[in-house]
């Protein structure tokens, strides 16, 4: 969870950040430009005949300003006029008009009833933006504008009176943040689709989810603003084509990223999600039959992608988000991210449904792009905590091969050892008791001077029979038929009583720690054996340093008794430590290597466990893991 705090402090403060930020209007939203005219206030008139280019003389007309346009959905009209007066603009070389923020199809302006703009475009894209130049006038001029559409029709923005090239720079510079974001995103997009090849094919799963969603998103971020339907307007229906395609994209990809987060069968949500793919699919032949035939088609096109698809997309976030959160109580961190993400999406296109219906004003979405790239920023933390989970587990996984395949080697060397030994040990021993023998009683029968050679004949003799009896021991660590229940606190007193004389001649301090008796299955012998010769180890360990400290303690942990023996003399490298029990191998000048080889066998055979933790320089600690039993009287 603290990994997550961070992330939540992030998004948090992300959308404290958006909820202060104004969508990009230009000048006509302020009162006055440094040099500019802002007017605020015009009058509308209805009209229905598409043929008229003036006025009705007998209609009406309303008056509208920013804070109350009357203009937006048609209600069975066929257009609106908007009219306002401007003033003198002979203080300009080259004077402009611009509205920032308008709905409309075709449009046609008149100066004093003369045409001076006319743009019509032949795609369902309502959102438009007027520019256009103006003659210098000494005199207050009267603006007409025709504006007809299938939709909706009239001014958002105020109306600003400037010079045209400072006008058409300011608008210019306004929707540079939206095509930049789309941008942006559209270059992370592309650059996963790109690298998705070298993903294994679980992870490309999500990865070719997440760029799809990427491109389908900064694709209807750009489609949405006016300026490629202004400045490419023969591309006009292709756009809207491109934006309805990525609006029916970005969904199921939705819906697919997120069946690759939750665990579990999920079969209804799946289920959902595959009849949302072939709607999805559906609604692109409508939009492109939309395209194609034209305004006759447009109320299917309507029906089809607009009114029959929203509640699917609020079974959808509804979908997503309740199952985030089941998984989030089930432990599952990267639901949590996830449903973060969706509610702040969620979050942003309620606060753009707020903003539009509660005002008398038309008011421009804005704030569902911020929603969106919060969306996919919570999507790119989970797939990353995804990727490294999964990298995580295969250094485990691969700490783990490497263990088992270091253990498989080791077995076989000692399966190896074992059967030399055992074939050759009875073989050697037998001779070597004989000669043992008759070297005794020649030693007796022999002159005082030739004594001590005899008696150090026979001590390597008894050295061979006990590396003799350590290969058979390793050979057959068998416990034989005398496995009792051991009380490990009273073996290893006995121990620290055998071993106390060794450790007083080498000047190291034996430290004892066991509180608690425990008990296991074992054979007390066999037991002392192994045990005496780590703690032997040690002891030789420190001979060389002063203070040395050989400790010895016993506790349980899950279900085992734990006896750790500890001590602060040279230690040993990672290395050395993986070769520990290995035939032959050992750290002292004079040791044999068969000694931990046989340590290793017996505590194996008692179903225990032994592990070595050594830092050079600080010392070492073997840590023996027995199964904690139950004393039977």
């Given at each position: 969870?603290?990994?997550?705090?961070?992330?939540?402090?992030?998004?948090?403060?992300?959308?404290?950040?958006?909820?202060?930020?104004?969508?990009?209007?230009?000048?006509?939203?302020?009162?006055?430009?440094?040099?500019?005219?802002?007017?605020?206030?015009?009058?509308?008139?209805?009209?229905?005949?598409?043929?008229?280019?003036?006025?009705?003389?007998?209609?009406?007309?309303?008056?509208?300003?920013?804070?109350?346009?009357?203009?937006?959905?048609?209600?069975?009209?066929?257009?609106?006029?908007?009219?306002?007066?401007?003033?003198?603009?002979?203080?300009?070389?080259?004077?402009?008009?611009?509205?920032?923020?308008?709905?409309?199809?075709?449009?046609?302006?008149?100066?004093?009833?003369?045409?001076?703009?006319?743009?019509?475009?032949?795609?369902?894209?309502?959102?438009?933006?007027?520019?256009?130049?103006?003659?210098?006038?000494?005199?207050?001029?009267?603006?007409?504008?025709?504006?007809?559409?299938?939709?909706?029709?009239?001014?958002?923005?105020?109306?600003?009176?400037?010079?045209?090239?400072?006008?058409?720079?300011?608008?210019?510079?306004?929707?540079?943040?939206?095509?930049?974001?789309?941008?942006?995103?559209?270059?992370?997009?592309?650059?996963?689709?790109?690298?998705?090849?070298?993903?294994?094919?679980?992870?490309?799963?999500?990865?070719?989810?997440?760029?799809?969603?990427?491109?389908?998103?900064?694709?209807?971020?750009?489609?949405?603003?006016?300026?490629?339907?202004?400045?490419?307007?023969?591309?006009?229906?292709?756009?809207?084509?491109?934006?309805?395609?990525?609006?029916?994209?970005?969904?199921?990809?939705?819906?697919?990223?997120?069946?690759?987060?939750?665990?579990?069968?999920?079969?209804?949500?799946?289920?959902?999600?595959?009849?949302?793919?072939?709607?999805?699919?559906?609604?692109?032949?409508?939009?492109?039959?939309?395209?194609?035939?034209?305004?006759?088609?447009?109320?299917?096109?309507?029906?089809?992608?607009?009114?029959?698809?929203?509640?699917?997309?609020?079974?959808?976030?509804?979908?997503?988000?309740?199952?985030?959160?089941?998984?989030?109580?089930?432990?599952?961190?990267?639901?949590i991210i996830l449903a973060l993400g969706f509610l702040t999406c969620a979050g942003m296109f309620?606060?753009?449904?707020?903003?539009?219906?509660?005002?008398?004003?038309?008011?421009?979405?804005?704030?569902?792009?911020?929603?969106?790239?919060?969306?996919?920023?919570?999507?790119?933390?989970?797939?990353?905590?995804?990727?490294?989970?999964?990298?995580?587990?295969?250094?485990?996984?691969?700490?783990?091969?490497?263990?088992?395949?270091?253990?498989?080697?080791?077995?076989?060397?000692?399966?190896?050892?074992?059967?030399?030994?055992?074939?050759?040990?009875?073989?050697?021993?037998?001779?070597?008791?004989?000669?043992?023998?008759?070297?005794?009683?020649?030693?007796?029968?022999?002159?005082?001077?030739?004594?001590?050679?005899?008696?150090?004949?026979?001590?390597?003799?008894?050295?061979?029979?006990?590396?003799?009896?350590?290969?058979?021991?390793?050979?057959?660590?068998?416990?034989?038929?005398?496995?009792?229940?051991?009380?490990?606190?009273?073996?290893?007193?006995?121990?620290?009583?055998?071993?106390?004389?060794?450790?007083?001649?080498?000047?190291?301090?034996?430290?004892?720690?066991?509180?608690?008796?425990?008990?296991?299955?074992?054979?007390?012998?066999?037991?002392?054996?192994?045990?005496?010769?780590?703690?032997?180890?040690?002891?030789?360990?420190?001979?060389?340093?002063?203070?040395?400290?050989?400790?010895?303690?016993?506790?349980?942990e899950k279900g085992k008794a734990v006896i750790r023996i500890a001590d602060n003399g040279e230690?040993?490298?990672?290395?050395?430590?993986?070769?520990?029990?290995?035939?032959?191998?050992?750290?002292?000048?004079?040791?044999?290597?068969?000694?931990?080889?046989?340590?290793?066998?017996?505590?194996?055979?008692?179903?225990?466990?032994?592990?070595?933790?050594?830092?050079?320089?600080?010392?070492?600690?073997?840590?023996?893991?027995?199964?904690?039993?139950?004393?039977?009287?």
């Open positions: 969870m603290k990994r997550v705090k961070p992330i939540l402090f992030i998004l948090i403060c992300a959308v404290l950040a958006i909820l202060f930020i104004r969508p990009q209007t230009g000048f006509a939203d302020n009162a006055q430009s440094s040099s500019g005219i802002s007017i605020k206030e015009w009058e509308i008139q209805w009209f229905n005949d598409e043929t008229s280019e003036t006025p009705s003389a007998t209609e009406p007309w309303l008056k509208a300003n920013i804070h109350q346009t009357l203009e937006e959905n048609l209600e069975g009209h066929t257009g609106v006029w908007v009219h306002f007066v401007i003033p003198p603009t002979s203080v300009w070389q080259t004077p402009g008009l611009l509205i920032n923020q308008m709905y409309g199809n075709n449009i046609k302006v008149y100066e004093d009833n003369k045409l001076i703009y006319e743009f019509t475009r032949d795609s369902s894209f309502d959102r438009n933006m007027l520019l256009t130049s103006l003659v210098p006038n000494p005199e207050p001029s009267n603006i007409y504008i025709r504006i007809a559409s299938l939709d909706r029709a009239g001014i958002v923005s105020g109306v600003l009176i400037d010079n045209y090239n400072d006008l058409s720079k300011s608008y210019i510079i306004g929707e540079l943040p939206s095509l930049m974001l789309g941008a942006s995103i559209a270059f992370v997009g592309l650059i996963m689709l790109l690298i998705s090849g070298y993903l294994n094919p679980q992870q490309r799963k999500a990865w070719l989810a997440l760029s799809m969603i990427a491109l389908a998103t900064s694709v209807m971020i750009i489609t949405f603003t006016t300026f490629p339907h202004v400045y490419f307007k023969q591309y006009g229906r292709l756009l809207q084509l491109l934006f309805d395609i990525s609006m029916l994209v970005v969904f199921p990809a939705l819906h697919l990223f997120a069946a690759t987060i939750f665990e579990g069968k999920l079969v209804f949500y799946r289920k959902f999600g595959q009849w949302f793919v072939g709607y999805s699919i559906f609604c692109v032949f409508v939009s492109i039959l939309n395209q194609q035939i034209g305004d006759s088609f447009y109320f299917l096109y309507k029906l089809f992608t607009f009114y029959l698809l929203a509640p699917m997309l609020l079974i959808h976030f509804a979908l997503v988000i309740s199952q985030a959160f089941i998984q989030s109580v089930r432990g599952n961190k990267n639901s309620v606060m753009d449904l707020l903003r539009i219906f509660l005002s008398d004003s038309m008011r421009l979405p804005f704030l569902w792009k911020f929603g969106v790239m919060l969306l996919i920023i919570s999507l790119l933390i989970v797939l990353a905590r995804r990727i490294s989970a999964d990298h995580r587990k295969l250094v485990v996984y691969s700490k783990e091969l490497e263990m088992f395949n270091g253990r498989l080697q080791r077995e076989e060397k000692l399966k190896f050892i074992s059967e030399l030994a055992a074939s050759i040990a009875h073989e050697v021993r037998n001779p070597l008791q004989v000669t043992r023998g008759f070297l005794q009683l020649i030693s007796n029968k022999s002159e005082e001077t030739t004594k001590p050679h005899f008696s150090m004949a026979i001590d390597e003799l008894d050295r061979a029979s006990t590396i003799i009896t350590d290969f058979l021991t390793f050979a057959k660590p068998e416990l034989d038929n005398n496995v009792t229940t051991m009380d490990l606190h009273q073996e290893l007193m006995a121990i620290v009583t055998i071993i106390s004389p060794m450790a007083a001649l080498s000047g190291a301090a034996l430290q004892v720690d066991m509180p608690n008796k425990f008990y296991a299955k074992g054979n007390p012998s066999k037991f002392k054996q192994a045990v005496l010769n780590m703690v032997k180890n040690s002891i030789e360990a420190i001979e060389a340093r002063e203070n040395g400290t050989v400790k010895i303690s016993m506790h349980e230690g040993m490298e990672e290395e050395q430590i993986a070769k520990l029990g290995e035939p032959y191998y050992s750290t002292k000048t004079k040791g044999t290597g068969l000694g931990l080889m046989v340590t290793f066998r017996i505590i194996e055979v008692m179903e225990g466990t032994l592990e070595f933790r050594s830092k050079k320089g600080k010392g070492t600690e073997a840590i023996i893991r027995f199964p904690v039993v139950t004393n039977e009287n």
